[in-house]
């Protein structure tokens, strides 16, 4: 059933703040809210003659790594400016509030942790993190090296973002935990997310199949919204620091 911003049902509140097995799947448009930009959004300046979807392929990589090191490196700098809104700071709170709370994003801006969320599963990587393309091994510390991209200083090939690009499987040990939640779950909530890109697409439907209580937030209709159990319209900061006060009050 759908509600509007300023009429959350009491019944979604009581059983909020009943459960005790949580499960949290954030989308780009929490991070929208703090600024960070979108792909498309980002194509601008001396990178809007590029299509994104053919930067972020490991194909792209392959044929030009330095053009793909480069269009990260911006896009690291442009995150990086963005801080945690009170949506993130909200979460942070319900976290603290519920025995069992995972948080499940498809974010890769890491600001969910510069918030202070601990239990937090990303799907699609983090683009602060570095890995070797020939092992899939993390990088640890600071690369000693002006090469673009750097050389992995294990085997020597080159290094590159730990995402996930088009064309890659999700990480399995991300992706094992998040279905193990979802599969247990007393309340699933969907957060600015279009439930149009899978594997993560599927898990509120995981979710409902399971007898969870399914709640969207988002200002957009999607797909999920005429099955969720409650879908409210509007954005994360605005509606998430509501909920959260009014869960974890006494």
């Known amino acids: 059933m759908a509600a509007p911003v300023d009429k959350i049902p009491v019944e979604l509140i009581e059983i909020l703040r009943t459960s005790h097995r949580v499960v949290v799947l954030t989308g780009a448009g929490i991070s929208a809210e703090s600024g960070v930009p979108t792909f498309r959004q980002a194509q601008t300046g001396l990178w809007a003659q590029f299509d994104p979807l053919q930067l972020a392929t490991p194909g792209a ?18 995150i990086s400016e963005s801080q ?7 979460l942070v709170d319900l976290e603290n509030h519920y025995p069992e709370f995972t948080l499940i994003t498809q974010n890769v801006d890491g600001l969910h942790q ?50 996930v690009w088009f064309g890659e499987s999700l990480p399995e040990d991300e992706l094992d935990q998040a279905l193990g939640a ?20 599927a898990l509120p439907f995981i979710a409902l199949r399971n007898g969870a209580m399914v709640l969207e937030i988002n200002p957009q209709i999607t797909p999920l919204t005429p099955q969720a159990s409650y879908s ?13 006060v009014q869960v974890t009050s006494s």
């Open 61 to 78: 990589f392959q044929n030009d790594p330095k053009l793909v090191w480069d269009w990260y490196s911006w896009r690291r700098k442009l």
């Open 84 to 90: 945690p809104n009170p949506g993130h700071n909200a």
């Open 114 to 163: 510069m918030a202070g969320s601990t239990q937090v599963i990303e799907l699609h990587g983090n683009i602060f993190r570095t890995k070797c393309s020939r092992e899939n091994r993390l990088i640890s510390g600071k690369i000693q090296t002006a090469e673009t991209p750097p050389f992995c200083p294990n085997c020597g090939a080159n290094l590159r973002p730990d995402v």
């Open 182 to 201: 979802v599969s247990t779950c007393q309340v699933f909530i969907s957060i600015g997310t279009s439930t149009l890109v899978e594997p993560a697409a």
């Open 232 to 244: 409210v319209q509007g954005n994360a900061g605005d509606l998430l620091p509501i909920l959260a």
